[in-house]
């Protein structure tokens, strides 16, 4: 079956074959480590150094992470929609960069929750790219503030990032595909509600029954290295 508009969203389910941790799940990031003191900005306030820890050894794992078969996949389907002169757009909660590795087209890639290799001036608010660690100790090459510098992803409490952009795809689709995501973090466990009510066919792809999981008309589980490249030889 083919379609006209394709939205396909991905969470920390489909890079966990490649070696990045997912969030909720059992050892996920979150059991392990405080959420409040790491991903909002009260926590980065209070403690910098801790903030900039984590997220530098992050930046670092996913900078030497390479895509597994479930990215590769999308990449392909991103081609094959393209021919067909359909349009598609790749909505990611992941900041670790994978899907631009697997050769998916960075123009039809939205990073809700920002990205890992750039930065921002929590002063100006200037974003450039960014490969090494953060610190306290730098200095806004734009606007000379010093100890501003935080990294360019989307705490709790933030909004996430082109959600206009995001809601126009949502709207117009005809097929929301959601890979690899629990379905608890709003708004994007909302998408797929969104998506159907406005006559979208919906697929969930994920190890696990998602909390959204009565919402889609399709889902199959399993690893996204193989649920993922099954689903795309079908529908291509
Ligand atoms: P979660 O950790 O909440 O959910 C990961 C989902 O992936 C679970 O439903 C797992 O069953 C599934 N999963 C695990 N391994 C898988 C595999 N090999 N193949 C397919 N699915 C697999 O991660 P997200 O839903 O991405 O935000 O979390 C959403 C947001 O919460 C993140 O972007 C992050 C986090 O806090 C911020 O930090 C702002």
Same mark, same amino acid.
């Given at each position: 079956?083919t ?34 003191d ?11 150094d ?11 794992q ?5 895509p ?11 081609r ?7 349009s ?12 631009e590795?697997?050769g ?16 921002r ?41 082109e ?26 466990a $909302? ?11 919906t ?18 589980? $399993? ?10 030889r079908?529908?291509?």
């Amino acid at each position: 079956m083919t379609y006209q508009n394709i939205v396909v969203l991905t969470g920390a389910g489909i890079s966990a074959e490649s070696g990045l941790g997912t969030f909720r799940d059992k050892d996920g990031i979150w059991t392990k480590y405080p959420l409040e003191d790491l991903a909002t900005p009260e926590g980065f306030a209070r403690n910098p150094d801790f903030v900039h820890e984590f997220y530098n050894a992050r930046r670092a794992q996913s900078a030497k992470a390479e895509p597994n078969a479930g990215h590769i996949a999308l990449a392909d389907l991103e081609r094959a929609q393209s021919k067909t002169g359909g349009s598609f757009l790749l909505v990611t909660q992941n900041v670790d960069g994978l899907h631009e590795k697997a050769g998916s087209n960075p123009a039809n890639i939205v990073h809700m929750h920002g990205e890992l290799g750039k930065s921002r001036c929590g002063a100006c608010g200037d974003v450039m790219a960014w490969t090494g660690p953060l610190s306290t100790n730098l200095t806004c090459q734009i606007c000379d503030t010093k100890g501003q510098m935080r990294p360019h992803v989307v705490w709790f409490g933030e909004i996430p990032l082109e959600m206009d952009r995001i809601e126009q795809a949502l709207a117009k689709c005809d097929l929301f595909v959601s890979i690899g995501t629990s379905g608890d973090v709003y708004p994007a466990a $909302g998408f797929v509600q969104m998506a159907r009510s406005l006559g979208a066919w919906t697929v969930e792809l994920n190890l696990e029954p998602s909390s959204g999981s009565a919402l889609f008309n399709e889902s199959h589980l $399993g690893p996204a290295s193989k649920v993922v490249p099954d689903w795309v030889r079908l529908n291509t």
